[in-house]
């Protein structure tokens, strides 16, 4: 079975520009939840999707977005990229979300470079 | 709000040296408990979940146990490959079940 998948895999803006990162969930899963990921703050929750819906939001400002399409897979945008934006981008899927104790599993990750 | 707080921060061992590490967590009601092991530059690894007190899982020389504050995450007799960062994550009984993350306990195996 495959993974979670997440393209591109290494990424380099400038400030100014958007970005766009794809996640392919696990087949079948279809709660999808972004984090991000710095050596000073650890893993931070962005966002959740179940369903084509945002389900759960983090506090990231507005210039972060996602959305879900109906076969599960998800992209998150970045607009008008900050320095610090610069991070690692994980994703990671489950069943639904919002079973008991539902493990979610990672991708590898989108690092993003903002110069 | 959610807590999880990872101790130590950072933890040297020589290979065959067992320990443990800590998460402590505060949540208005547990759905469940993850420890996830990263490696630099990649996506954390599922390792284990744990659903209420008392209980424990094992995995070659990984064992984590669970109580109603707190859980370890017992290393025996490391080896060199055990080197990584473990990530401890609480899922919460809200709406939605929001998961949080500690910060993570660096782990170095010296041979």
């Known amino acids: 079975k495959a993974g979670v998948t997440q393209t591109p895999r290494y990424l380099i803006k400038t400030r100014g520009q958007q970005v766009t990162l794809s996640c392919s969930p696990i087949s079948g899963h279809r709660s999808v939840s972004w984090y991000q990921q710095t050596p000073g703050q650890g893993l931070q929750f962005l966002f959740e999707y179940f369903s084509e819906t945002q389900r759960n939001k983090g506090n990231f400002p507005g210039r972060f977005s996602g959305r879900q399409f109906s076969n599960s897979r998800s992209e998150m945008n970045v607009s008008t990229l900050e320095l610090g934006d610069s991070a690692l981008y994980l994703c990671a899927s489950s069943r639904s979300g919002t079973g008991a104790g539902e493990t979610q599993y990672f991708g590898p990750g989108t690092r993003l470079l903002v110069l | ?111």
């Open chain 2, 1 to 111: 709000e959610d807590q999880v707080t990872q101790s130590p921060e950072a933890l040297r061992l020589q290979e065959g040296e067992s320990s443990s590490l800590n998460c402590s967590y505060t949540v208005s009601g547990l759905r469940g408990l993850f420890w996830y092991r990263q490696d630099p530059g990649k996506g954390p690894e599922f390792l284990f979940t744990l659903y209420s007190a008392g209980e424990e899982k094992e995995k070659e020389r990984l064992k984590a146990t669970l109580t109603k504050k707190e859980s370890f995450l017992h290393i025996t007799a490391p080896k060199p490959e055990d080197s990584a960062t473990y990530l401890c994550a609480v899922r919460d009984s809200g709406g939605y079940q929001k998961v949080t993350f500690g910060t993570g306990t660096k782990l170095q195996v010296i041979p």
